[in-house]
């Protein structure tokens, strides 16, 4: 089990960027993977980007490749989520969690913090 509590979020003009923080407690050291998450109102929860805990190996949707860049900070333990070109649709709930394995699957995900709200207005 790992605590984990994201921060970061706020409203911002398309076209901008936002920096989410996710700082982790607990046996972080038994965790192989974290990633973030997202959901907007009516949706269902999106896969945005994982990355290995010992390694800078990532995966990311689709969506937000090239725009969306994760990565950790071993020292403060803490993960993050660097977003630039920020568009309407990226306006959800983001949530950091912590896998089994480098994976897309929400299902693969055991701890999971509670979220923080990203707006991004024209």
């Known amino acids: 089990q790992v605590q984990l509590v994201e921060s970061g979020g706020g409203l911002v003009q398309a076209g901008g960027s936002l920096r989410l923080s996710c700082a982790a407690s607990?046996?972080?050291?038994?965790?192989?993977?974290m990633g973030w998450f997202r959901q907007a109102p009516g949706k269902e929860r999106e896969f945005v980007a994982a990355i290995r805990s010992e390694y800078d190996v990532t995966y990311y949707a689709d969506s937000v490749k090239g725009r969306f860049r994760i990565s950790r900070d071993t020292a403060k333990n803490t993960l993050y989520l660097q977003m630039d070109s920020l568009k309407l649709e990226d306006t959800a709930v983001y949530y950091c969690?912590?896998?089994?394995?480098?994976?897309?699957?929400?299902?693969?995900?055991?701890?999971w913090g509670r979220g923080t709200q990203v707006t991004v207005s024209s």
């Open positions: 969690a912590a896998a089994g394995r480098l994976t897309a699957n929400p299902l693969d995900y055991d701890s």
């Open positions: 607990g046996r972080t050291f038994r965790r192989y993977a």
